[in-house]
């Protein structure tokens, strides 16, 4: 393992010239050698990205891909979250861009039979079977994040479409295999289930009115939280139109999946129900949409005592922002490296100045000790501490001084780093990190050999996945 490393490390001394030039396979050989080391929901998403390069043998990357399935369950992330507030806020943007990063175990073995579909589509469909049944965990009224499984229903069609035989197809097995997974039973599934359903599926209309049946069947039953419900149901309406549309395209009656999704809403809107989230409106109503957009003579509007909640329960909690004192005074102080005490903003040549450079250091002094934000959790400390550090880097000319903000910031992560699922929360600006020194290495060269000198498995291991398998900038720059 260490002579691979080593091979791969003397690559990145000689660096910019390895980088952006196709990697030997000793390199490769030294990140799968890394990627034992290291977290397991990095190791999975490594050994995904070297599956996908064309330029390795068909069966190692089948063996690659197999691996990665199998180490993707280890990840302490059990599921992918998405924001549920209408307009980003607080930590939600932060927190987003994290599980971007699609390393929850659900995902990386989303991602794994992705790459078997390439190579061997009934093997794929092999492991998707071997996932474990969904079991969203409810949430609660003060929560922000709610469950995103739109990846696990599109890659069910793409297995679906190309996981069977001719011979499988014609004897029913795509229905069959589709059938056991619309048994849905949470918020969460509606809306990525019926826009795989609305899809091309390439089966005769007996068939699909038999799935849209056992959707519609399940769907009037969904229970769980409201948080979930209010997410999922400001999205479903135009699902379900288009799977109502594709019923109708093939000659049948859309009023049962239309009567299914009304007993849906009904039964939701008259429950115990969370506060509106700051910033919807009615637009966004999911009975006013339904009565404007999917209502027919068979199926009647939602009003009155249907769409009346029985009460009203609490809000989402923790999305305050640098309101500790001890944030607000680094704010501050951020402010004065932005703007002149005339409210005119520094421009890139007095950012070059020796002055204003000496008081960015002063800031990083400053930042440096700044250690708690009084009444806020550690993590909500460690996401603003982070921010302060990466508006610097943006903002902070090519030169020694970026060189000694991007030390300043790394020397803080590795001293930072929470466990379990909020791990995934520190990968991020680790990512960033290895994304901008990979992306521009000249301009990073100091920043460079501090990552490379940091002596942490999993940044080893994304210092060498982006010179064997870079990230693509349009995956890449979202992140930022």
């Not at 080593?6 to 690559?11: E, G, I, Q, Y």
């Not at 609660?140 to 229903?153: E, I």
């Not at 903000?405 to 990512?431: A, D, H, T």
Request: aromatic residues 8%; hydrophobic residues 45%.
């Amino acid at each position: 393992m260490l002579r691979g490393a080593c091979v791969f490390f003397l690559c990145l001394l000689v660096a910019p010239a390895c980088l952006g030039e196709t990697p030997p396979p000793s390199a490769i050989d030294a990140v799968i050698d890394l990627s034992r080391g290291g977290p397991a929901e990095l190791a999975a998403d490594a050994l995904i990205r070297i599956a996908s390069l064309d330029r390795l043998p068909k069966k190692r990357r089948m063996e690659l891909a197999e691996q990665a399935f199998q180490l993707a369950g280890a990840s302490p992330i059990p599921y992918k979250k998405h924001s549920a507030l209408p307009h980003s806020q607080g930590p939600s943007v932060f927190i987003d861009h994290a599980y971007a990063l699609d390393l929850d175990a659900l995902s990386l073995r989303l991602r794994a039979v992705e790459a078997l579909l390439a190579l061997d589509p009934e093997r794929a469909r092999a492991r998707f079977e071997e996932i474990p049944p969904l079991e969203i965990p409810d949430l609660t009224c003060s929560d922000f994040m709610t469950y995103d499984l739109s990846r696990y229903y599109e890659v069910l069609g793409r297995v679906a479409a190309e996981g069977f035989t001719p011979k499988e197809n014609k004897e029913g097995g795509v229905v069959k295999f589709l059938a056991r997974y619309l048994n849905i039973s949470h918020p969460a599934e509606i809306v990525p289930a019926a826009r795989m359903l609305a899809g091309n599926l390439a089966v005769p209309d007996a068939a699909f009115q038999s799935l849209v049946n056992a959707f519609a069947e399940t769907l009037s039953r969904v229970g769980g939280d409201d948080r979930s419900f209010t997410d999922a149901a400001h999205q479903a309406g135009p699902a379900i139109a288009a799977l109502a549309q594709a019923s109708a395209r093939r000659g049948l009656p859309p009023a049962v999946v239309l009567g299914a999704y009304r007993e849906f809403l009904a039964s939701h809107l008259t429950g115990a129900r969370c506060e509106e989230l700051e910033g919807a409106n009615a637009s966004s109503d999911p009975a006013e949409y339904f009565n404007a957009h999917l209502r027919t003579p068979a199926v009647g509007p939602i009003e009155g005592a249907e769409r009346t909640a029985a009460k009203r329960e609490g809000k989402p909690e923790g999305l305050a922002a640098c309101e500790s004192p001890e944030c607000r005074d680094i704010r501050k102080q951020y402010q004065k490296l932005i703007f002149h005490d005339n409210g005119q903003a520094y421009q890139e040549a007095e950012r070059q100045s020796i002055a204003w450079q000496t008081r960015v250091r002063d800031f990083l002094t400053a930042l440096a000790s700044w250690n708690e934000s009084s009444g806020a959790p550690p993590l909500q400390f460690f996401r603003e501490k982070v921010d302060f550090y990466s508006q610097l880097i943006a903002i902070v000319p090519q030169g020694e001084t970026r060189d000694y903000v991007f030390s300043s910031m790394l020397s803080f992560l590795l001293s930072s780093r929470p466990s379990g699922e909020e791990q995934i929360q520190w990968y991020l600006p680790v990512i960033q990190l290895v994304g901008r020194a990979a992306l521009d290495p000249r301009a990073f060269e100091r920043a460079t050999a501090d990552l490379r000198q940091a002596n942490d498995s999993a940044i080893a291991l994304e210092m060498a996945l982006e010179v064997v398998a870079p990230r693509p900038v349009s995956e890449f720059m979202p992140l930022l």
